[in-house]
């Protein structure tokens, strides 16, 4: 237990370190003032619109706005996961950083476990905050607060830490540029699968709602940010509901425990495959 | 017990052959050096013994232990020939991070006596970055002998290091064995390995060529006699021969003038153990 904090804690200290936190901590600032002023423009175009008859102005714009800053906060997070994670394995070797570590009496796994535990202390407070910030900017410009506030959060995070394994995984076997590009296509591919499902939803497309369903499976950090989409709406329903559904952060997938479960379940596949991939490898 | 026992070894990458079944002992307090061209398998038999390398076939043991082992890894310090610290870390911070790792209790008394024996005293709170490449050497040597392993596995110890550094390491390997600690040193600086090792170990395309004490390697080349014919050598002959050799001439009527026993260098052994062979 002693090595897995000694190393958590320098990967933590690793995170810190680099340019790459203080850039998106700066791109987050940007974020957060651009969202700040696009809240303030929207909420005052919506007191000046008469929508039309059965829906809510304030909350279709108010959802909406904040499922893009899901979207945001989902992208800053995976940005910071992955760069935190991409080259753990064959990336520190090639550098020579991992072999004084890795012949200590610690153990290889214990070693991909504190570096995963590392990359989700920093992330998962990341996503937390930029969520409950952008929360309140939405809240307190547009009096509009989401119907579920704690579950939609724990699942962008859970979502990160997710992408953050599947990056782990990737360094195992790639290099560190290879890897970023494999795991930045793979988080691509799982938000034009669930983009795709909400078109299907909004054309009635069995098909390509099916295969949004096996994608958010495969990759569930997709389906948690959908579930996550979902949530902030779930009590939200007539005609406004229905529109909110049909538009890009409706979350027309509804995941709920069974998917959090196999995420969970996922993790721990990934986990393995990146101790047995890495058992076998000569440094 | 042997510190590092290395049975039958073999490795291969692909089509290419590292070790080819290799035997080799490194006894307890016995400082060996470990010999040969660019390619020859040295880094990977370190390797394979610190559990970084998965052999394919043989087998390595660490003071009795399956090499590689965790508890192997408690019997050993070893220092990369390519290797990094992060560089926001200082000296102190490094030596630390490894005292965790390692399960070391020595605290801050032991770092502060690790950078006194490599030199770097002065530099306890220097970052990595702000370093020299030989310090950071030198650090490594450090790092390695965190927890006082018995058994140190030293790939290419002072490759960066100015002569300075260089005597300061030698200085450091002879404390060492003064302590009973084992080592394996990898290295291409023959004149090294011939001032501070017990027994020399040469590899040439993954097979072991020649073993012995430097003394045992450097054999004798023959007896050179300076005569009023001028210089005859009696190959084969040694020290031992020389009053035989001189009776003989002087009762044959030679004037005999000087008479010169003649050994062969550590690097002469070595480059007719390889034949020359470099990559």
């Not at chain 1, 996503?127 to 929360?135: D, K, L, R, S």
């Not at chain 1, 799982?190 to 495969?218: C, D, F, P």
């Not at chain 1, 979902?230 to 979350?251: H, K, S, W, Y």
């Not at chain 2, 590899?203 to 072991?208: D, E, F, N, Q, W």
Request: with cysteine; aromatic share 6%.
């Amino acid at each position: 237990m002693s090595s897995v904090l000694t190393i958590a804690g320098y990967g933590l200290r690793e995170a810190l370190r680099r340019k790459v936190f203080v850039v998106v901590l700066l791109l987050t600032v940007a974020f957060l003032v651009l969202f700040w002023l696009a809240n303030h423009v929207l909420f005052q175009n919506v007191a000046n619109v008469g929508p039309p008859v059965g829906v809510d102005a304030r909350t279709f714009a108010g959802a909406t706005i904040f499922g893009l800053a899901m979207f945001g906060t989902l992208f800053l997070g995976v940005v910071l996961a992955i760069f935190l994670t991409i080259g753990v394995v064959r990336g520190d070797a090639e550098r020579g950083l991992l072999q004084p570590l890795i012949v200590r009496p610690v153990g290889r796994v214990t070693l991909l476990v504190a570096r995963w535990l590392g990359a989700v202390a920093v992330c998962a407070p990341y996503v937390g905050a930029v969520y409950v910030a952008t929360m309140l900017i939405t809240g307190l410009t547009g009096h509009w607060w989401p119907d579920h506030v704690v579950v939609p959060g724990v699942e962008l995070a859970a979502g990160v830490a997710v992408v953050a394994a599947l990056s782990l995984l990737g360094s195992v076997f790639l290099t560190s540029t290879a890897n970023g590009i494999a795991v930045f296509m793979i988080f691509g591919a799982g938000l034009v699968a669930g983009l795709l499902g909400t078109i299907g939803h909004a054309l009635n497309s069995h098909q390509l709602e099916r295969a949004a369903k096996i994608t958010a499976w495969l990759l569930p950090f997709e389906g948690l940010y959908q579930d996550g989409l979902r949530q902030i709406t779930a009590n939200t329903t007539g005609l406004t509901g229905f529109l909110l559904e049909l538009g890009p952060f409706g979350g027309a997938y509804t995941g709920g425990t069974s998917l959090r479960l196999w995420a969970a379940a996922y993790l721990l596949i990934v986990g393995a495959g990146a101790a047995v991939g890495f058992s076998r490898r000569d440094l | 017990m042997a510190a590092l026992a290395v049975r039958g070894l073999a490795k291969r990458y692909g089509a290419v052959e590292a070790l080819a079944g290799v035997d080799l002992e490194v006894r307890e307090g016995e400082l060996v050096g470990l010999l040969g061209p660019n390619g020859a398998g040295k880094s990977t038999l370190v390797k394979i013994a610190c559990g970084l390398v998965r052999p394919s076939r043989g087998s390595a043991e660490i003071c009795g232990l399956p090499a590689g082992s965790r508890e192997a890894r408690r019997s050993m310090g070893y220092l990369a020939e390519l290797f990094r610290f992060p560089g926001w870390y200082s000296a102190d911070e490094v030596l630390e991070l490894h005292q965790r790792l390692a399960g070391s209790t020595g605290g801050s008394h032991e770092r502060h006596e690790l950078l006194q024996l490599v030199g770097l005293e002065d530099a306890r709170n220097r970052r990595v970055e702000e370093m020299s490449k030989g310090m950071q050497q030198r650090l490594g040597v450090a790092q390695a002998l965190v927890g006082s392993p018995p058994l140190l596995l030293l790939d290419e110890p002072t490759s960066a290091l100015d002569p300075v550094g260089r005597r300061t390491v030698r200085v450091l390997l002879e404390e060492l064995r003064s302590r009973g600690t084992s080592v394996l040193l990898n290295s291409h600086l023959l004149s090294e390995i011939e001032l501070v090792c017990d027994r020399v170990a040469i590899l040439l395309r993954g097979r072991l060529v020649a073993e012995g004490s430097p003394a045992e390697l450097a054999r004798s080349r023959g007896v050179e006699i300076e005569t009023d014919e001028g210089a005859r050598l009696f190959e084969g002959a040694s020290r031992d021969d020389a009053p035989r050799l001189v009776a003989e001439l002087v009762g044959q009527g030679r004037q005999v003038y000087g008479v010169r026993v003649l050994t062969s260098t550590l690097e002469e052994t070595y480059l007719e153990a390889v034949g020359g062979e470099t990559s």
